[in-house]
């Protein structure tokens, strides 16, 4: 009698995963409500310290109160000086920082593709550099004939330092494999620049624009409580000569809000120009592992 046989099984594949579902893209409101509470929370604070005239270490009891403040912001968005003010600071602010974005970009990039331009241009402006823009309003008012200019002058010089070093630490830290291919596929030297190099340098440039733009606010509202003749700096200034304190909060919360503006726009416009880049979003929770079939046989 012959042995009883079960035909064999072939051995069964490992089940495939199924593709993972498209994750939900979140909503930003839960973020955007958390921005606008912390805003708030910060602003009943300061009413709850000035109001209640609180003198610990510092000092609130002559702070004005948020609900003054607010108060005197309303009333001067109803004035022609309040909006001339704010004009004002804007054309210099745009003036001096587009001349800055334009001249520093071509410097930083000569500076960095050319031995020559790198030695005839970097030891005088590397003397430069560390000179404060606002220490240069006396050799402003020397050298311009209008304090408009001046200012303007300040403002471009505020913005350009940071915006070569940026870029010409941008463009040597390009790979030369890019450019060579360029050239392998018969590219010339102004190929090279706009489609490698400007390019490829464009997240570090965007970087030095940022950083531009803030230093560029500090600058020019400086330049205008010394030397301007209107402009939010020098409303802010005369405010606090007269003791008007609701009136120098006013400006400073000009100041924020039209800084805090000009920066969102070069982010946004940067973010713009760089959308072939790869985003790295904030960290996500894992997705649930799928779970293994059972095999045959097995318990």
Same mark, same amino acid.
């Given at each position: 009698m012959s042995p009883s046989t079960t035909p064999l099984r072939p051995?069964?594949?490992?089940?495939? /995963?199924?593709?993972?579902a498209p994750r939900p893209r979140r909503r930003p409101w839960p973020r955007y409500a958390l921005r606008a509470g912390s805003l708030l929370a910060a602003l009943g604070l300061w009413q709850l310290l000035t109001s209640r005239d609180i003198n610990l270490w510092l000092r609130f009891a002559q702070f004005p109160t948020a609900t003054e403040v607010a108060r005197e912001f309303s009333d001067?968005?109803?004035?022609?000086?309040?909006?001339?003010?704010?004009?004002?600071?804007?054309?210099?602010?745009?003036?001096?920082?587009?001349?800055a974005a334009a001249l520093g970009v071509a410097v930083g990039t000569a500076i960095a593709r050319s031995r020559l331009v790198s030695d005839l241009l970097? /030891? !005088?402006?590397?003397?430069?550099?560390p000179i /404060?823009?606002?220490?240069?309003?006396? %050799?402003?008012?020397? &050298?311009?004939?209008?304090? #408009?200019?001046?200012?303007?002058?300040?403002?471009?010089t505020a913005a350009f330092f940071p915006v070569l070093v940026s870029t010409r630490h941008a463009v040597r830290a390009l790979?030369?494999?890019? #450019?060579?291919? %360029?050239?392998?596929?018969?590219?010339?030297?102004?190929?090279?620049?706009?489609?490698? !190099?400007?390019?490829?340098?464009? /997240?570090?440039?965007l970087g030095?624009?940022?950083?531009?733009?803030g230093v560029s606010w500090i600058c020019v509202i400086s330049a205008e409580m010394i030397s301007g003749a209107y402009g939010v700096g020098y409303r802010t200034w005369q405010d606090y000569t007269i003791?008007?304190?609701?009136?120098?909060?006013?400006? &400073?919360?000009?100041?924020?809000?039209?800084?805090?503006?000009?920066?969102?726009?070069? #982010?946004?416009a940067g973010r713009r120009l760089t959308r072939w880049l790869p985003r790295t979003g904030a960290a996500e929770p894992a997705a649930p592992r799928p779970r293994r079939r059972k095999e045959a046989g097995t318990p």
């Open positions: 051995p069964s594949s490992p089940a495939r /995963p199924a593709p993972a001067r968005l109803g004035t022609d000086a309040y909006w001339q003010d704010l004009t004002d600071s804007l054309t210099r602010i745009l003036t001096g920082f587009a001349l970097s /030891p !005088v402006l590397e003397v430069l550099r /404060p823009a606002i220490a240069l309003v006396p %050799v402003a008012i020397l &050298m311009f004939p209008s304090n #408009e200019q001046g200012i303007v002058f300040i403002t471009f790979s030369p494999v890019w #450019e060579e291919a %360029v050239l392998t596929m018969g590219g010339g030297r102004w190929r090279v620049l706009g489609s490698v !190099v400007l390019p490829g340098a464009l /997240p570090g440039i030095g624009l940022s950083v531009g733009i003791v008007d304190y609701p009136g120098v909060f006013v400006g &400073m919360t000009t100041i924020g809000l039209l800084g805090w503006l000009t920066s969102t726009a070069v #982010e946004l």
